[in-house]
């Protein structure tokens, strides 16, 4: 497949920048998930706010995960029947009238927790419908030789993202109010809505003449039939139901262990960001990695040690210390991730081998979120985190062990 370059020098670290539509995408879609950023830290906020508790942020992260669980799999399907570009569009714009509806609600004071969770439920939705013609979209904007660079340098925008918008959220939080967040996050996505209207590249091959529900069961019997993607999908299922919720529970954590403010909560969110900055950089710097499935188990364990020893400080430099090393661990396992399921995808099937890879780290966390906030009503919030992170670790190790194709991948 050939596109147009622009310009040919390149540091071999940005590589996938020279390619224009990649370039346009990539740089709208980090302006918009820095809005996305200030958005959920404000939201976490906003939820302690209304209801002082970790039950209700427990119940809120479910609604606007759960979604994943529910549709990401035919956000596949359908990102497969049509165009990626139209269906972004679509899913984007929806986001974006659904956080003007937040400020507004917002900024009014008539916002109710049964609010906030329906148009987060709706949020979700959208995203969920997202995900996999995100991913399986930009595999259409550069060479094939280029994809391990594109995919490190997604993680490098998204995770700059998540050092500037938390930052920026809790700053805008003091100094314009909660409603601000929301307005921006707004206003953000016309950042990737332009790019989106204005690229153009090659026609897709779509896949038409079966039913959604024959298209579903063909492209999970496609990753069962690979052992190295079937293994991947059961390791990452572990992780996404017993550790992820970790990460709703922060506002938590800021607000009511360490007691450090708005402007804290952002502060840990960026250090995890610079963690996993760094890490895109290290993925997109060394392109090729050799021993893949050590370095997702390896670096997964890793994380769980960082989130366990977060959930039982007391000190704001260890907190902040243990989430650099969760967002660096992170995304050199994920980023390690994608790489794979991509490169063992063909194209027809890949949006929805994406949606299956989506559905297994998106999709269950909600259900985590759901049962650490039950937990949480009985024991201390810690506790509850920490042991579904210990469950995680032994997922982790035990399948390793038992799992040929996982050991062996390279």
Known sequence: MELPIAGSRWPPIVRALRHDDYRLFWGGCLLSNVGTWMQNVAQGWLVLELSNSSFWLGMVGFASAFPFLLFT???????????????????????????????????????????????????????????PAYQALVPRLVPSEDLPNAIALNSAQFNLSRIVGPTLGGYAMAWFGIAGNFFLNGFSFLAVLW?????????????????????????????????????????????????????????????DVLRAGERGLGFLMACSGIGALLAAGVIAYFGKIRWRGRIIVGFGLFVMAAVIVFCYSHIFALSAAMSFCEGFGMIISLSTVNVTMQQLSSDEMRGRVMSIYATSFLGLPPVGCLIIGELSRHMPTEHAIAAMTGVAMVCYVGFYLRSKPLRELD
Do not use: C, W
């Not at 956000?75 to 714009?93: C, P």
């Open 73 to 131: 799999l035919f956000g596949g399907v359908i990102a497969d029947r049509v165009s990626k570009r139209h269906l972004l569009i679509g899913t984007q714009t929806s986001q974006m009238i659904f956080a003007f509806v937040l400020a507004f609600l917002t900024y009014f004071k008539v916002i109710t927790i049964g609010q906030l969770a329906a148009l987060a439920f709706l949020t979700g939705i959208t995203n969920a419908l997202n995900a």
């Open 195 to 255: 790019p989106l209207h204005r690229m153009r590249y090659p026609e897709e091959k779509r896949e038409h003449h079966a039913s959604m529900l024959r298209s579903l069961k063909d492209g999970i019997a496609y990753v069962r039939r690979s052992p190295e993607m079937s293994a991947i999908v059961i390791l990452i299922a572990s992780a996404s139901f017993f550790l992820l919720p970790f990460i709703t529970f922060i506002p938590y954590f800021a607000k």
